[in-house]
């Protein structure tokens, strides 16, 4: 049981994650990638570090973390269940416990397939580790919004027919040549006596299975409870989300998009959490 996970590893995170550890709780951040900071190219307004490119800024926040022995996991966190005094966190396919939850998961605004949230688990896969197996030999559609799609992508190839289509533009190089590659843009997902089938805006396409991978989850997927307002989740000053034990900081909280709010508002969420962590552990003596 941790006390604290912190969903994403950009700034919040990464700056919640290094307060939360110096109050002596027990953190592990989970990741998926870099966030935003890795496409800034050069950063000018973040105090004390001038002129500094986008990627070596994440890199020294994520050193850091990892030298005050915080557990950083990479893995897509698919799913966060709210059990009374605390949750679980569905990591690709392992499951997690914790007090409480950061989450610091950048802007990403996550528009999903139609049908695709009605059939996950119905032929929708967000898991190739997971569902892979189900699928030997037959054939498998890849829906991929990423670098992080054709690892897995290459994994699936391995076990049945994948075909890939994009929906983002990203660099296709690293794909296995074994995949079809199709050039055209996924639209919804349906279900038929014939199988799955994938609609683009130039036709249909049927397959066993879809696997649909992208570096961020759905907010209507990862934690349906939570208060949204305008896109952003809503929180208080003290970073609480309308959910008792649920925490958010940066990008994901609305403007300004800049690193050293998201920072400030992770150093914030940090010390509530700690607060909030050490109420639980009081009430339970
Ligand atoms: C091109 C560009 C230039 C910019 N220039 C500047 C600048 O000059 N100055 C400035 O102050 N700001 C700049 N920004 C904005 C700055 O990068 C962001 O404000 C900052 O990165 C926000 O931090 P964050 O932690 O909220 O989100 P992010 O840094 O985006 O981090 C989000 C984290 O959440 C993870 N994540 C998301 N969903 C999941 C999930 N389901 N499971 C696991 N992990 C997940 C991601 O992998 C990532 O680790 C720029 C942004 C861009 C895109």
């Known amino acids: 049981m941790f006390d604290v996970i912190i969903v994403g590893a950009g700034a919040a995170g990464c700056s919640a994650a290094v307060t939360a550890r110096m109050r002596n709780l027990d953190v592990m951040v989970v990741f998926s990638g870099d966030g935003a900071m890795r496409k800034a190219h050069w950063v000018d307004n973040y105090p004390g570090l001038p002129h500094i490119e986008g990627h070596e800024l994440v890199t020294k926040m994520r050193a850091h973390v990892e ?25 690709d396919n392992d499951i997690y416990e914790s007090r409480s939850i950061l989450l610091a998961c950048g802007t990403s605004r996550v528009k999903t397939l139609g049908g695709e949230e ?21 054939e498998i559609i890849v829906v991929g919004a990423g670098a992080e799609a054709i690892e897995e992508a290459n994994y699936l190839a391995e076990i049945a027919r994948v075909t890939y289509f994009s929906e983002s533009r990203h660099d296709l190089a690293g794909l296995d040549a074994a995949i079809t590659v ?14 799955m089938i994938l609609e683009t805006d130039k036709g249909t396409h049927t397959a066993d299975g879809v696997f649909v991978f992208r570096p961020s ?60 962590v050490k109420g639980l552990k009081d009430g339970a003596k």
């Open 182 to 195: 199709v050039s055209e843009k996924p639209k919804a997902i349906k279900r038929e006596n014939t199988g």
């Open 118 to 138: 009605a059939l996950l688990g119905q032929g929708v896969s967000y898991c190739a580790t997971c569902d892979g197996m189900f699928y030997k030999g037959k």
């Open 67 to 91: 030298t005050m022995g915080v557990k950083m996991l990479y893995g897509l966190v698919q799913k966060i269940l709210p059990m009374g005094r605390s949750f679980s966190v569905l990591v």
């Open 217 to 276: 989850v759905a907010m209507t997927q990862l934690l349906p409870e939570v208060a949204v307002e305008g896109g952003s989740v809503k929180v208080d000053k003290i970073m609480a989300t309308n959910i008792s034990g649920v925490f958010a900081a940066g990008d994901m909280t609305g403007q300004p998009l800049q690193a050293a709010k998201a920072v400030g508002e992770g150093n914030v969420a940090a010390l509530s959490i700690a607060s909030y």
